[in-house]
T-cell receptor, first 115, second 114 residues
Framework: AQKITQTQPGMFVQEKEAVTLDCTYDTSDPSYGLFWYKQPSSGEMIFLIYQGSYDQQNATEGRYSLNFQKARKSANLVISASQLGDSAMYFCAMRRTGTASKLTFGTGTRLQVTL | EAGVVQSPRYKIIEKKQPVAFWCNPISGHNTLYWYLQNLGQGPELLIRYENEEAVDDSQLPKDRFSAERLKGVDSTLKIQPAELGDSAVYLC????????????FGPGTRLLVL
């Protein structure tokens, strides 16, 4: 079984500052993928970034980077230079690789960007 | 490229009534997912299709929920009869073939059962 834990129900960050959203996971699968999604109030889940368990380097996508520490089973999302439009719910998720299996999600972190 | 399309966006019904949700995945995506998202929670899988075959429906409450994906493209999820506890957001996602298979989500249908 897979489990995702997001311990921060809510976070505040000032505009233009960086923020880290925490995610820890548990799985017995040897190969897996980790995902972060953004869900604004409109409801759509927007894919942000992906990290494979065997990737040697941490993933980056524009202002998003994933701090992957495999031994600690953590996959924290770092957002640099926060913008007001970053205010949303953020979900960490994982799934086995090799098959089109389901995503297992955490409970999410609500990020509020302030002026 | 068009994203995942879902309709309706919102639905309000009385308990014991039937309701149906429709999803059209991204063109070329063979895998289609229906997720249920309760308030304050992450989405949970209801059913996954590979083309027209349901390959994982273990979390689908089959006494009242049904789904189909005729011709392996768009899909319909039905609830009959709806209960108060079914009030939630129903998300559809699709993914391409391949090991990474990033899932792309539609805007969801917000259901309120009165």
């Amino acid at each position: 079984a897979q489990k995702i834990t997001q311990t921060q129900p809510g976070m505040f960050v000032q505009e233009k500052e960086a923020v880290t959203l925490d995610c820890t996971y548990d799985t017995s699968d040897p190969s897996y993928g980790l995902f972060w999604y953004k869900q604004p109030s409109s409801g759509e889940m927007i894919f942000l970034i992906y990290q494979g368990s065997y990737d040697q380097q941490n993933a980056t996508e524009g202002r998003y980077s994933l701090n992957f520490q495999k031994a600690r089973k953590s996959a924290n999302l770092v957002i640099s230079a926060s913008q007001l439009g970053d205010s949303a719910m953020y979900f960490c998720a994982m799934r086995r690789t090799g098959t089109a299996s389901k995503l297992t999600f955490g409970t999410g972190t609500r990020l509020q960007v302030t002026l | 490229e068009a994203g995942v399309v879902q309709s309706p966006r919102y639905k309000i019904i009385e308990k014991k009534q039937p309701v149906a949700f429709w999803c059209n995945p991204i063109s070329g995506h063979n895998t289609l997912y229906w997720y249920l998202q309760n308030l304050g929670q992450g989405p949970e899988l209801l059913i996954r299709y590979e083309n027209e075959e349901a390959v994982d429906d273990s979390q689908l409450p089959k006494d009242r929920f049904s789904a189909e994906r005729l011709k392996g493209v768009d899909s319909t999820l039905k609830i009959q009869p709806a209960e108060l506890g079914d009030s939630a957001v129903y998300l559809c996602a699709s993914s391409p073939s391949g090991a990474r298979g990033t899932q792309y989500f539609g805007p969801g249908t917000r259901l309120l059962v009165l």
